[in-house]
């Protein structure tokens, strides 16, 4: 006969004692017929939920690993482009140091998920200060201020090459109208309350991919987990 668990309604074999999804001890029948509980108690040692989450390792867990990875995801970084790569590798690895000491070795991908966004938003705040702490930097104390200015105004100029060519089909009084509006957005974006504002949007950008992503490596190094690890009964 199938045996399924109560709460995650999980197969569960016949001998064993507690659920491998979500560690739920489980009714274990003698031979006289009558239910017996799973052990438990000091000789076994408590059983843990595998669906929640004992929060003070695991923030020691996603500190540590978000801080290497939300440095490597700044703009500061020669690697940012792995950004997000390096981002859902992190999480995962908070996960499995999450597991290192539990017992049981065992989580769902829920609870893995919820290691992760914790993962992501420590690191997306750091990648954020960083970002714009190095750029703090570049302008205000390496005085390359104009050199920034340079590269962002030719950035702009290109863009607004682009919407020209797009707009070159257009009837007179539709171009007319578009070109009004493509001077007041490069108007916008050439000011400095506009370039600040576009890159402070795109750190936070980077900071939201950065929070899926880690979210994401929770959830697989969850997932992964289940894979590699039994139950610790």
């Not at 040692?45 to 996603?62: F, K, T, Y």
């Not at 017992?103 to 960083?130: C, S």
């Amino acid at each position: 006969m199938e045996i399924t668990c109560n709460r995650c309604h999980q197969t569960v074999e016949a001998e064993n004692c507690y659920c491998p999804a979500c560690g739920l001890p489980q009714l274990v029948y003698t031979a006289d017929g009558a239910p017996e509980q799973a052990p438990s108690g000091p000789e076994m040692g408590a059983v843990r939920d595998a669906s929640s989450v004992e929060w003070q390792p695991a923030l020691r867990a996603a500190l540590l690993l978000a801080v290497p990875a939300g440095l490597l995801c700044s703009t500061a970084s020669p690697m940012r482009f792995l950004g997000l790569f390096w981002m859902a590798g992190a999480a995962a690895w908070a996960v499995s140091l999450y597991l290192r000491n539990r017992r049981p070795a065992w989580i769902t991908i829920g609870a893995g998920a919820r290691i992760g966004l914790v993962t992501g938003l420590l690191a997306g705040w750091l990648a954020f200060g960083a970002s714009g702490g190095a750029l703090f930097v570049q302008r205000f104390v390496l005085h390359q201020s104009s050199q920034i200015d340079t590269e962002w105004k030719n950035r702009v100029e290109m863009g607004q090459e682009m919407a020209q060519q797009w707009t070159g089909g257009m009837g007179p009084a539709d171009a007319a109208q578009a070109q009004a509006a493509q001077t007041q957005i490069q108007n916008f974006m050439l000011s400095p309350e506009g370039h600040a504002g576009i890159e402070a949007f795109g750190f936070a950008s980077n900071a939201v991919f950065l929070l899926f992503f880690a979210v994401a490596g929770g959830a697989l190094g969850a997932r992964f987990q289940a894979r590699m690890r039994k139950p610790s009964i």
